[in-house]
Nanobody, 124 residues
Framework: VQLAESGGGLVQAGGSLRLACAVSGGDLYDYSIGWFRQAPGKGRETVSCVNGGDSEKYYGDFVKGRFTIASDITKNTVYLQMNSLNPEDTAVYFC??????????????????WGQGTQVTVSS
C-alpha cells in the first residue's frame, strides 16, 4: 500500500488545516490508518488512528478535542481536521497504514507503510 499526504502549510495560531492521506494499492476496509507527527529534535508521536472501515477512532491526549480523523471510503482517503492550532503543533505530519486493528491508541512501531510527510507550521 502507498500513502501520500497533502494539506500542510503555514497557519496562524488559532487557525485550522485539513490534512489528507490518499491511499493506493489497498482498501480502507482492510487497513487502519494513523496520523503521526515529528517536531524538530523530538521523537515521532501518534496523533490519531482510525481502524479499517472508518470504525474505532483514537486520539493522543494532547489533541484535547481539537482534531478529528475521518475516512472517505469512496475516495480511499483519510482526513485529519485540525482546529485551534497552536505553535506546539508545528511538525512534519505523516500518515501510515497497517493491517492490524487496535483497541487503544497505537504507536508508530505498529505501522508498516508510511507516506513522505507534510509540513505544518503554526505561527504565534
Amino acid at each position: 500500500v502507498q500513502l501520500a499526504e497533502s494539506g500542510g502549510g503555514l497557519v496562524q495560531a488559532g487557525g485550522s488545516l485539513r490534512l489528507a492521506c490518499a491511499v493506493s494499492g489497498g482498501d480502507l476496509y482492510d487497513y487502519s490508518i494513523g496520523w503521526f507527527r515529528q517536531a524538530p529534535g523530538k521523537g515521532r508521536e501518534t496523533v490519531s488512528c482510525v481502524n479499517g472501515g472508518d470504525s474505532e477512532k483514537y486520539y493522543g491526549d494532547f489533541v484535547k478535542g481539537r482534531f478529528t480523523i475521518a475516512s472517505d471510503i469512496t475516495k480511499n482517503t483519510v482526513y485529519l481536521q485540525m482546529n485551534s492550532l497552536n505553535p506546539e503543533d508545528t511538525a512534519v505530519y505523516f500518515c501510515a497504514a497497517t493491517g492490524w486493528k487496535f483497541v487503544k491508541l497505537p504507536g508508530p512501531g505498529d505501522f508498516d507503510s508510511w507516506g513522505q510527510g507534510t509540513q505544518v507550521t503554526v505561527s504565534s
